[in-house]
């Protein structure tokens, strides 16, 4: 399985950014996640959505600006960024977990990583 991120960019705090994963991923055995790594942090769980359910975890960190979807017939999950500030700035990955949406928010683990795409936010 092969994911491929895409759409990170430099933008200004206050800016949006859409981040999209693609892959053939079979929907009703992966769940799927975004992640983050900024310099000299370890890795953050951001958002996931459940395999078979579609149902959607969020870190409280980015709950209520960033948003996960996911559309089956086009292989791709998508993040959508809003409010961005200089917090944000990492790079942002996209995973599928054969668990729950809730395991990968809680265990930070995946089968598969996409390569990442750099987000940075100025202010």
């Known amino acids: 399985v092969q994911l491929q991120a895409s759409g990170g960019g430099l933008v200004r705090a206050g800016d949006s950014l859409r981040l999209s994963c693609t892959g053939r991923?079979?929907?009703?055995?992966?769940?799927m996640g975004w992640f983050r790594q900024a310099p000299g942090k370890g890795r953050q769980f951001l958002a996931a959505?459940?395999?078979?359910?579609?149902?959607?975890y969020y870190s409280d960190s980015v709950k209520g600006r960033f948003s996960i979807a996911r559309d089956n017939a086009e292989n791709t999950v998508t993040l959508q960024m809003n409010s961005l500030n200089p917090e944000d700035t990492a790079v942002y990955y996209c995973?599928?977990?054969?668990?729950?949406?809730?395991?990968?928010?809680?265990?930070?683990?995946?089968?598969?990583w996409g390569q990442g795409t750099q987000v940075t936010v100025s202010s």
């Open positions: 991923i079979d929907s009703n055995r992966y769940s």
């Open positions: 995973a599928a977990g054969s668990t729950s949406a809730q395991t990968m928010a809680r265990t930070l683990l995946a089968d598969y």
């Open positions: 959505i459940s395999r078979r359910s579609g149902l959607s």
